[in-house]
């Protein structure tokens, strides 16, 4: 099963657009790419997920590299509500699994 | 309804206690996770149902016993449990119920369970 990598924390001013990247080198072609949030003490939250193809929501954009190695969340605006803890997840291709990165903690600065 | 509600929110036990952590959801979902979170860790996948039928147990340890009495419906049943057992206990449910692509998980607010 494939794992991820993350940065520990990043910043980002509000306001900005915030990149989150995420390498996950050993996925597999069956494999989806997701990301959730996680808010202090707060269940975690769906934020957007993809196999190929980029994607975009009301919420962000997911870009995929080509080869499928890495990808980036992107929160187009940011806002002091988007501080919180970012999973970049993989799910596994035979099951329901979806394994868990350690995830960034983003800080949004006024 | 996109909500996935849990309770108690707070439970504290001893090591002898029997307890229950309920989590209901009404979205029709046919698939119902349980997860345990430490702190500053990321959920660890405990137990999958599909279908009411449990499709995934991720080695748990036998003091935790879950059930799914209905599609709508997930108990985590407690017993002789360890103070390292302490952790955010979180519900999950989802639309599909298959391998890769189950699609977005809802989650609730999650059980915080202290063992004493």
């Known amino acids: 099963d494939a794992k991820t990598t993350q940065p520990t924390s990043m910043d980002c001013a509000e306001g900005r657009a915030a990149n989150l990247p995420c390498n996950h080198s050993?996925?597999?072609?069956?494999?989806?790419v997701y990301w959730y949030r996680q808010i202090h003490s707060q269940g975690p939250q769906y934020i957007i997920h993809?196999?190929?193809?980029?994607e975009t929501n009301e919420m962000a954009s997911l870009i995929i590299t080509e080869d499928r190695k890495s990808s980036t969340l992107i929160l187009p605006h940011a806002t002091l509500r988007d501080t919180a803890v970012y999973y970049c997840?993989?799910?596994?291709?035979?099951?329901?699994?979806?394994?868990w990165g350690a995830g960034t903690k983003l800080i949004i600065k006024p | 309804d996109t909500e996935v509600t849990q309770t108690p929110k707070h439970l504290v036990m001893g090591m002898t206690n029997k307890k229950s952590l309920k989590c209901e959801q009404h979205?029709?979902?046919?698939?119902m996770y349980w997860y345990k979170q430490k702190a500053k860790k990321p959920p660890e996948l405990m137990f999958v149902?599909?279908?009411?039928?449990?499709?995934i147990n991720e080695s748990v340890p036998s003091r935790f016993s879950p059930e799914c009495p209905n599609s709508s419906l997930l108990n985590l049943h407690l017993h002789a449990l360890q103070p390292e057992d302490s952790a955010l206990y979180l519900c999950?449910?989802?639309?599909?119920?298959?391998?890769?692509?189950?699609?977005?998980?809802?989650f609730g607010e999650g059980s915080r369970l202290t063992v004493l």
């Open positions: 149902y599909s279908y009411e039928k449990l499709s």
């Open positions: 979205m029709g979902h046919r698939a």
């Open positions: 997840i993989v799910s596994s291709g035979s099951n329901y699994q979806l394994i």
């Open positions: 999950a449910s989802s639309q599909r119920s298959g391998g890769g692509n189950t699609g977005e998980l809802f």
């Open positions: 993809g196999l190929k193809n980029n």
């Open positions: 050993t996925i597999s072609g069956n494999e989806y």
